[in-house]
């Protein structure tokens, strides 16, 4: 009797073990009913077991749910119902962002998930790289450099400009501005007669440690590709 044990992928990519126990011949044209072509199942199985009986062509193939000797034939995961982030896929995706420090710097948890289209520039570069083949359920710990994120500080990009240039409304540490040239520009000093501005993002030259949880993937509609964004829930609204 020969026992082999192969090990195949279900339905969601979950590794699952199958003992088959061949029979030899004799047995095989003894449970097999060539005027009905149906498969005797006497006498049983262990009804404590998980058993299949069937005819594979000259063997009569018995499969068992506890372990026997086996030869192990190693098989690809198959992706038949899971689709995979790539380009011009719309992902959904929970996150969570912190700094080196632990600090917490920005959250979706509660908010909806964000949406948006993979391979076009709607994320920064590191975040990208490290969601592509992903699929949905996936959970993934990214670790993103400020060359993949937002940059390397420029501090040519700090500048000191006068107060009466903000029409004296009221300004304070922390408020971003956009310039006639569409630049945003962060507020980081407020002096008597003149106020320093930052035109760094925010988050350049810091490393980025991203928790990322993947809720859906789908295709992009055309009118998305168009206008190269999301549309809807968690996406742009026109």
């Known amino acids: 009797m020969r026992v082999y044990q192969f090990?195949?992928?279900?339905?969601i990519g979950l590794q699952i073990w199958t003992k088959f126990e061949f029979l030899p011949i004799p047995e095989f044209q003894h449970k097999f009913h060539p005027v009905n072509r149906e498969l005797s199942l006497l006498p049983p199985v262990s009804k404590n077991r998980k058993t299949i009986i069937f005819a594979a062509e000259r063997h009569f193939c018995r499969t068992f749910?506890?372990?026997?000797?086996?030869?192990?034939?190693?098989?690809?995961k198959k992706h038949l119902y899971l689709m995979q982030i790539?380009?011009?896929?719309?992902?959904?995706?929970?996150y969570t962002l912190k700094d080196n420090d632990g600090h917490i710097l920005d959250s979706s948890g509660d908010r909806d998930p964000l949406n948006y289209i993979h391979g076009i520039g709607n994320l920064i570069p590191g975040m990208e790289d490290g969601l592509e083949g992903k699929e949905k359920g996936d959970k993934v710990?990214?670790?993103?450099?400020?060359?993949?994120?937002?940059?390397?500080?420029?501090?040519?990009?700090i500048q000191k400009v006068p107060r009466d240039a903000f029409g004296g409304q009221p300004v304070e540490v922390g408020q971003q501005f956009?310039?006639?040239?569409?630049?945003?520009v962060t507020v980081t000093h407020?002096?008597?007669?003149?106020?320093?501005?930052?035109?760094?993002?925010p988050l350049a030259g810091i490393e980025l440690?991203?928790?990322v949880e993947v809720v859906d993937v789908r295709n992009a509609?055309?009118?998305?590709?168009?206008?190269?964004?999301?549309?809807?829930?968690g996406g742009h609204h026109h």
């Open 141 to 157: 710990n990214l670790k993103v450099a400020p060359e993949k994120g937002y940059g390397i500080k420029d501090d040519r990009m």
């Open 221 to 233: 509609t055309e009118d998305e590709l168009a206008h190269g964004h999301v549309h809807g829930p």
């Open 7 to 11: 090990r195949h992928f279900g339905l």
């Open 209 to 211: 440690n991203f928790a």
């Open 178 to 184: 956009q310039t006639d040239r569409g630049q945003v």
């Open 65 to 76: 749910s506890e372990p026997k000797p086996f030869l192990e034939i190693k098989a690809f």
């Open 86 to 94: 790539e380009k011009h896929k719309v992902a959904s995706i929970h």
């Open 190 to 201: 407020v002096g008597l007669d003149q106020i320093t501005v930052d035109g760094n993002h």
